[in-house]
C-alpha cells in the first residue's frame, strides 16, 4: 500500500523513486554527460530557495535528468525551459513533467543552442529569468562562460558544480585558489558559496566533492576596461606560470625588449613588480591593461 501523501509520491528525487524510473526506462547512466542524479529534496530545495524565484519569474534549467530539479523549479516559477543533451532522457522527462504546461524541455547541447533566442522566445512575460541546475561537471566553466559572455539578460545562476571550482570562481585576491576563473567571474557576477554537498546525495555518487554557488548577475562590471578582450588576456598572462612574478609573467607576455617599459609602467601603476598575479585585484589588473592598451609601445595586435 502506499504511505504519505501523493505529491511526495510525485517527486523523482528520492533514492526509490529515482531507482524505479531507471529500472523502467533501462536507462543506464553515462560518466561522459556528467550525469549525477540528485536524490535529496533538501538540497532541491535549498538550490531552488537560493534563487529567489516565484511565480513572475523564469528558470533556465541546464541538464535536467530525470527531473528532479525540474519538479521543484516548476512549483517555485512561472515559466520553466530544460535543455538536456541525452535524448534517452526526453522520454522520461516528458512523463515525469505530464500536464506541467509552464515546462519545456529542449533537446540540445546547450553549449551549441542559441540561447539568446531562447530566451527571448520562452521569457516574454517574466520580470527575471534565472538559470539554476545541477551542472555536467566536464563541462562547468564553458557553460558559465558562455552565460557570462554572451551577457544574457540573467538575475542569478544557482548551480552545483565541483566545490574546488566554486572556491576557485569565489576566492579573493592572496589565497592559492584564487586566478584567472575568479577574475572572469567576479567581472560579471558577485559571487556566493551557498553549501558544500556531501556525495551521497547522488546518484551514482561523484568521485569529487560538489558545492552549490550563487551569481548574481552585475549591472556593470566592478572595473572600467575599454577593450575587454585585451584585459582578460593580461590576467592569463599575469597568471601564465603561478609561481613567477608579475615582471616575469607580463614580461613574457610583452616581449622582453620591453622590459624596462614595462617595470616603468607597473611602478606608474602603483603595483610592485616582484608581486604575482595571484595578488592582483580587478582593479589593479584594469590598470595594468588599460596603461598597457594606452602605451605607444605595446602592439596589442601582436599578443
Ligand atoms: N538535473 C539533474 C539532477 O540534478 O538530478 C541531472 C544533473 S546531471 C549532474 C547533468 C545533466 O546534464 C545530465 O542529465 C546530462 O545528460 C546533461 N548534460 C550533459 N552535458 C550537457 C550539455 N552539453 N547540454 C545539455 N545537457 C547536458
Redesign the pocket.
Known sequence: SKLGGHAADMQV?TPKRTKEIIAKHGFSF?KS???????DQNI?DKIVSAAKLDKTKGAL??????????QKLADAAAVVTA????NR?IPILEEVLEGQEHVEVVH??????NLQELLERRYKDVTGISVV???????TTP?LMKLLEERLPLEHIVV?IQKEVAERMAAKPGGKTYGSLSVAVQYYCEPELVCTVPHTV?IPQPNVDSAVIKLTLRSEPPVKVEDEDFYFRVVQASFSQRRKTLANNLGAFVGKHNRDKLLELLQACEVDPSRRGETLSLEEFARISEQLRQSDWMDIASV
Open positions: 528525487a553515462k554527460l556528467g550525469q549525477n542524479f540528485l536524490i532541491l534549467e541546464i541538464g535536467p535528468g530525470i527531473g528532479a530539479l525540474t535543455v538536456e543533451i541525452d532522457l540540445g547541447d546547450v553549449l551549441k543552442l541546475a545541477n551542472l555536467p561537471y566536464y563541462v557553460i552545483m547522488f
